[in-house]
Each structure stands twice: as structure tokens, then as C-alpha cells.
């Protein structure tokens, strides 16, 4: 069964089949008994030039073979790693190659799961060529290329003879295409219901077959049906795979009474931890928290395991509990779990203690992470937290490091999280003209990358805050400006473009637009104290300090810094609160951020600089970074 396999188990399965018949064929024809050496070369000795150049073929043949194994193989596990496209591509390849009906049966089949009815109907017409006369795999593919593509009357009606005519294999695949369909097409639960659920009923021990009464029980209604396919599918997928978990997030979405109805109906204790996760989860998702915390008490008395520990400090955190009731969950998790949930356990607590901008000891519990699926999560959070203490150059280098890696996605970050923490870093450190070189390599680079849209915004964005810094301010608003068009409901874009029209030289041509920027921004995220300060220096600059100060009061007490010391204790000065304005502008001194600004500020207004301590290592980014 599906969730009973290995990952290169089952990439095994999808190919080894596509050359068995020539290779029993191939042991059909191969000597059993062993011979002696001296016999062997003499037989050798008397072949004819014919029987030499019949070895060779069936050499040549047999490494044809190999490699095309190889070939398919290679395309599995494209495929287990979201590569679709080059996928497909090399199942198209080898079917031209090998003329094969079975490769045909697997390109056609992937073709249809991923939507490319295009490639689905080339590689229909080429088996077509390869096998005139239609066999039993050229006839449940038709009859699938019918489903997918909304010929639904025909399709079901042929649903039994398909499944009479497959393999246990197969029958799963069909399972989950059915259950695809279904997302895919919502008037299909109605004319296939019955016939799937009734399908589905012959296959008890097939966790496939239980997907697809779900979500076509779900969606016709069919409650009780539903929740008996759950209760089938939990006994049989106690890991809850990759379709599981679709479908219960599918389900979760469109239906969210049947899973509710589910962990109503169901002894959970008897579950597997996995399952009961999803319980605590689905009481979270309907708001019900208390109920989720009493719940998991009881589950953690009854049976603790180190995934319910995680679960617990999640849902402590979700509850805004202290941080030592959320470590003290984690620490037991370590305590008790395997080196995959150990490693889980670190990435949470590295992640917790980050928004608490605790990175020293967020840094204690990266270096726990050593599970070998956490290898790219750890390479994204040790560049943030060493870019979090100060440390960019550290932060540049664990960057490169998690680039150089095979595999660019983890559990919980991906791509473009590690990309996000490599610019930042790239831009924080003390050589800007070689950042800005580099960013507009990188920039030109992913122009031509097709996942340029969601990458190019981070590359404007930070770039910008590089031209800022080197005073660059046409620049520097030219690239917010793209960056707002690409992300026209971010809040943090609309912040930053409009504090640096604000503040840059030509700020008076631009106020009204700022202000309308920054108004925008603070209607989004009323509580970020970074659009605070925004807000407050922009009815300031309109002249207005009276309607300055509450904002820039409550974003000093939020996320004091040196850069709103520096704005609040001007707007106090003009306010006639002077001596309350050097209180503050001195208190802003001991502060990290911009104290270049500061003191700039307090020399305009005739105070004196009094000498400060060496700032601590962990900088707070610029104004228009935060």
C-alpha cells in the first residue's frame, strides 16, 4: 500500500515494471548451471563471427534498457521533487525512444495528473501508433484521459471494468485520479458518487480507495459515509501521506462539519499521534482553543509522545503563554523524540525565540536541528539568526551555504525564504558598492528564471534600501515603485516607499503622495510600529505635530529605537516638551538603529552629544526594512 512504502520504493515500482517482459524473457534464455573457466573459453573459443555479433546486440540491448531505467527513474524523482515539467519531459523522450505501451501508460497517466492535456493527447495518439490494436492499459487510459477531460458519462459507467482489469497498483492510481477529478470538477461527486463509493467498499485495506470515498462522500453530502472512509483511512495511513494530507486539508476547507464530525465520532486515543495532532488542529482551525488545550491534556496524560509535545508548545504560543511553558514543551519533545522530531522541536524553538529577537539562544536550538530533512531549514535559520545578531558577513556565508544545496525546500522554509535572509544580509554589510553589483547580477539572472515574479519583488526591495543608504534616493524609489506595482497590498512596501519619498530631498513635491502611501499602510497593519513612526513623521512634515505624537509615542513604547527617538523627541522640542525631548533623544543614544540620524538631529537642536557605549551586536534594520 501507498503509505506503507519507502519514497525509493515506490519511484522503483513506477519503472520497474516498463522492461519485465524482455527481462524474463532475457532469464528465460540465460544459463543456470556454473561451468568450469577451461570449458567456458573453449565454447568461446568456437562461436561464429553470427553468434559474436548476437552477443554484442543483446549487450548493446540490454544497456539500451538500462539506461532508459535510469532515464525513468530520473523522472520519478522529478516528479517526488515537484519538477513536473522535466518530469513529463522525460517520459516523452523515452517514449519516442523505446516505442514501450508501458511508458506510454505511466507518461499518459502523469500527463493527465498534472493538467497538460496537450502532452496527454500527443502521447494518447503515439500509443495509438505503437499499439493499434487497443489492450487492456491502452483502454483504462482512454477511459481516464475521458474522466479528466469531463467525458464523465462515459467514464463512469466503465469505472468496474477498469478495476476488474488492473493491478493493485494501478487501482490505487486510478483511486487517487478519481479524487483529483472530483477537486477538479464539482459536479462530478453527484453523477460518480454512488459507483465510486460503492467501488471503494471492495478495497477495505486500500487507503487510496478510502481518499476517494471521502471526498466524493463529502462532496455529495454523505456525511456518514464520509467519516466511516476517515475512520478506514486513519487505521490504514497512521503517517498520514502526502494524499492523505490533501485530502483532509481539501475537506477541512469545503467541509469542515465532516472532519468535525470525525474526531466527534472517533476514539482518537486509539489513533496514531499523527491523527491526534490533527484533532488538537482542527479545534484550533474552528477557534476553539480552550477546548484544543483541555483535549490535548488529556491525550499528553494518557499517552505523551514527543509529537504531542510539539503540538503542545505550539498551541502554549498560540495562547501568547510564557516562553519558559513553551520551551519547557519543546525540551520534553527533545527529551523523549526521534532525530526527526527532535530536529522539529529545534526548528520551532529557533523560530519562537527569533521573534522574541532572543537569537543567542534562537542560535542553542539551530544547532540542535540534525535531522537530514532539516537540512535546508537549518541552513535558512542559521543565516537569519546570525544576520539577527549582527553578524552579516556569518549570515552571507550560511546563505551561500543553503544555496549550494541540492534540494532547495524544507518542512517549514523554502526558496525564496532563503533568498529573503541572503539579500538582507547582502545589503546590511560594509561594502555596498559590491552588494549593489551583485544585486543587479542577481536581478538580471532571475529575469530569465520563470519563478521571476515571486522573486524579482525581494531583489527591488532590498536594492532599494541599498541605493537609500548610498543616497541614491531617485533610485532607490524607482525600484519601491516596481516593487508596489508587484505587490500592490503590501503593507511593508507601501511603508517604505512612502517614508522614503519623505525623506528624501525632494520631499515636498512628493508629501501628499506619501502621506496617502503611509495612510494606506497603517489601515492594513494599524499596530506595526514601524508605520507608526511613518504616520507620525508624515503628519509632521504636513505640519500637524499635535497629530504626530500619539503615533510616534506608541511606536517609541513598541520598538524603541534610535531613529524614533530621533523623530519623537523632535516633534516633543516643538511641542515645547524640551527637556522631555533630551530625555528621550538621550535614552534613543542607548538604543540600536540609526544613531547616525540621532545625533544629526540632536547637533540641529543644539544639544550636545554625550559620549554612548558600544552598541550591541544584534542591529535593528533601517527604517524602511522593518
Do not use: C
Request: net charge neutral.
Amino acid at each position: 500500500m501507498l503509505s506503507a512504502r519507502t519514497r525509493l520504493r515506490a519511484l522503483a515500482l513506477a519503472v520497474g515494471m516498463v522492461f519485465a517482459a524482455q527481462a524474463s524473457a532475457a532469464a528465460d534464455a540465460a544459463p543456470k548451471p556454473q561451468v568450469e573457466t577451461k570449458k567456458i573459453i573453449e565454447r568461446k573459443s568456437r562461436t561464429t563471427p553470427e553468434q559474436r555479433e548476437a552477443a554484442k546486440q543483446r549487450r548493446a540491448e540490454a544497456n539500451r534498457r538500462a539506461n532508459m531505467l535510469f532515464s525513468l527513474l530520473g523522472g520519478e524523482m522529478a516528479l517526488q521533487k515537484g519538477n513536473s515539467g522535466m518530469a513529463l519531459a522525460t517520459y516523452m523522450a523515452i517514449l519516442n525512444r523505446s516505442k514501450s505501451p508501458d511508458v506510454a501508460e505511466r507518461a499518459l497517466e502523469m500527463a493527465v495528473s498534472l493538467d497538460a492535456f496537450e502532452q496527454a493527447e500527443t502521447i494518447y495518439q503515439k500509443w495509438r501508433e505503437i499499439e493499434p490494436e487497443a489492450g487492456e492499459a491502452q483502454r483504462r487510459m482512454a477511459w481516464l484521459r475521458d474522466l479528466m477531460t469531463g467525458k464523465t458519462d462515459q467514464a463512469v459507467s466503465g469505472l468496474n471494468d477498469v478495476l476488474a482489469h488492473a493491478s493493485e497498483e494501478q487501482t490505487g492510481r486510478i483511486f487517487l485520479l478519481l479524487a483529483q477529478a472530483a477537486v477538479q470538477q464539482p459536479d462530478l461527486a453527484e453523477k460518480a458518487g454512488k459507483e465510486v463509493h460503492k467501488a471503494a467498499l471492495r478495497y477495505p485495506d486500500m487507503p487510496e480507495a478510502a481518499i476517494a470515498d471521502v471526498m466524493y462522500s463529502a462532496q455529495m453530502g454523505k456525511e456518514r459515509h464520509a467519516v466511516a472512509a476517515l475512520q478506514r483511512l486513519a487505521a490504514l495511513d497512521a503517517e498520514v501521506s502526502p494524499p492523505t494530507w490533501l485530502a483532509l486539508r481539501l475537506v477541512g476547507q469545503r467541509k469542515p462539519a465532516v472532519l468535525n464530525r470525525f474526531f466527534a465520532d472517533t476514539d482518537t486515543q486509539n489513533l496514531s499521534s499523527v491523527w491526534q495532532e490533527l484533532e488538537i488542529s482542527s479545534l484550533v482551525a474552528k477557534g476553539e482553543q480552550e477546548k484544543a488545550y483541555s483535549r490535548l491534556q488529556t491525550l499528553l496524560k494518557a499517552n505523551p509522545n514527543a509529537d504531542l509535545y510539539i503540538q503542545a508548545a505550539l498551541l502554549a504560543a498560540a495562547r501568547d503563554e510564557d516562553m519558559a511553558t513553551v520551551t519547557g514543551y519543546l525540551d520534553r519533545a527533545y527529551r523523549t523524540g526521534t532525530l526527526e522530531q527532535q530536529s522539529r522541536a529545534a526548528v520551532i524553538g529557533a523560530m519562537r525565540y527569533a521573534d522574541d529577537k532572543k537569537f543567542e539562544q534562537a542560535k542553542t536550538w539551530v544547532e540542535k536541528i540534525n535531522a537530514p530533512e532539516y537540512v535546508f531549514d537549518k541552513a535558512v535559520l542559521s543565516a537569519s539568526v546570525e544576520a539577527g545578531l549582527g553578524n552579516y558577513q556569518a549570515a552571507l556565508i550560511e546563505a551561500r551555504r543553503g544555496q549550494q544545496l541540492s534540494e532547495q525546500q524544507g518542512r517549514f522554509f523554502g526558496g525564496t525564504d532563503l533568498q529573503r535572509v541572503y539579500l538582507f544580509a547582502l545589503v546590511k554589510h560594509d561594502k555596498p558598492q559590491e552588494a549593489l553589483k551583485e544585486l543587479n547580477t542577481l536581478g538580471a539572472k532571475v529575469m530569465k528564471r520563470r519563478d521571476s515574479a515571486e522573486r524579482l519583488p525581494d531583489i527591488l526591495y532590498q536594492r532599494a534600501m541599498l541605493y537609500e543608504r548610498l543616497s541614491r534616493h531617485e533610485e532607490a524609489v524607482a525600484d519601491l515603485r516596481r516593487y508596489v506595482a508587484m505587490n500592490p497590498n503590501s503593507a511593508n512596501g507601501m511603508n517604505a516607499l512612502g517614508y522614503t519619498l519623505l525623506t528624501s530631498p525632494k520631499h515636498a513635491q512628493h508629501l501628499e503622495e506619501a502621506f496617502r502611501l503611509i495612510q494606506a499602510a497603517y489601515q492594513l497593519e494599524p499596530e506595526s510600529a514601524a508605520i507608526n513612526d511613518s504616520m507620525g513623521w508624515a503628519y509632521y512634515r504636513k505640519g500637524d505635530a499635535e497629530a504626530a505624537l500619539p503615533y510616534l509615542e506608541y511606536a517609541y513604547r513598541s520598538e524603541p529605537d534610535a531613529e524614533v527617538a530621533a523623530h519623537l523627541g523632535e516633534v516633543l522640542w516643538q511641542t515645547g516638551e524640551r527637556a522631555r525631548a533630551e530625555d528621550i533623544w538621550r535614552d534613543g543614544l542607548q538604543r540600536e538603529g540609526n544613531t547616525a540620524l540621532l545625533k544629526a538631529t540632536m547637533q540641529r537642536f543644539g544639544i550636545a552629544v554625550p559620549p554612548v557605549k558600544a552598541a550591541p551586536a544584534a542591529k535593528k534594520a533601517a527604517k524602511q526594512g522593518k
